[in-house]
């Protein structure tokens, strides 16, 4: 496996241990306690949205009493921002695990937003809650996005050092360019497609994949002379 291969990942770093609203380290009962309510969260927000929602929809969504939610979260917003903050770790994890044994930058991509497409089929709270987050606080919308681009920029240019990206292309701007399209292709074949009562979720159409893994191909692949060698 090539060195950019083996730094394609977009999630390497431990999660940051779970805290109480007073900063202390939770028991595992605990980080189970704040797991359900951010799942009840992601499901209230995702239904109500952020206006709509409150305190109490999720607890009672969550069985958890009132008062228990302020040893987690001191507020409505702070657990909409940590909602945010989980929702972007576990998608870079979900994008991380599905590249780890790709053979080369193109299967890499290719596996990377099949990975995406499967955590957005399962968690379409993730576009509204991020949406959300342009008004609610956009340092965290700032922050979704970034935490993504900087992964995948890093990919790039090991690709390029190794030959298997045009080293013409700004890593930066490719990698936003990249993100923006699949963020449009899965609203587009998975949230306005989506049949709410499937069971299991609506998968992206494996020809809409073709189709992605053409484009992305045709963008990244170096370009060479008729001779053979590269522009």
Do not use: C
Not at 76 to 104: P, T
Not at 133 to 139: C, I, L, Q
Request: hydrophobic share 40%; glycine share 8%.
């Amino acid at each position: 496996m090539n060195d950019a291969v083996s730094r394609m990942t977009l999630d390497t770093a431990e999660p940051t241990p779970a805290l109480s609203a007073t900063g202390k380290p939770l028991t595992k009962r605990g980080e189970a306690t704040r797991r359900k309510l951010l799942e009840a969260a992601e499901e209230v927000f995702a239904s109500l949205g952020y206006h709509e929602a409150s305190i109490v929809k999720i607890t009672e969504r969550a069985g958890i009493g009132l008062g228990t939610f302020y040893l987690y979260f001191d507020s409505k917003q702070q657990i909409f921002e940590e909602l945010v903050v989980d929702l972007n770790r576990r998608v870079r994890h979900s994008m991380s695990e599905a590249m780890a044994g790709a053979s080369g930058r193109i299967e890499a991509e290719r596996a990377g937003f099949e990975g995406f497409f499967r955590f957005t089929a399962a968690h379409p709270a993730l576009y509204r809650v991020v949406r959300e987050a342009e008004f609610v606080s956009p340092e965290m919308l700032r922050l979704h996005y970034t935490r993504i681009v900087d992964g995948y920029e890093a990919g790039l240019r090991a690709a390029q050092r190794d030959g298997d990206v045009d080293e013409a292309l700004d890593p930066e701007v490719t990698a936003w360019a990249l993100m923006g399209a699949g963020e449009l292709i899965g609203m587009r074949y998975l949230l306005w497609e989506r049949d709410e009562h499937d069971n299991p979720p609506n998968a992206m159409p494996d020809a809409v994949i073709d189709h992605m893994t053409r484009f992305i191909r045709n963008a990244l692949e170096p370009r060479r002379t008729p001779g053979g060698s590269h522009d």
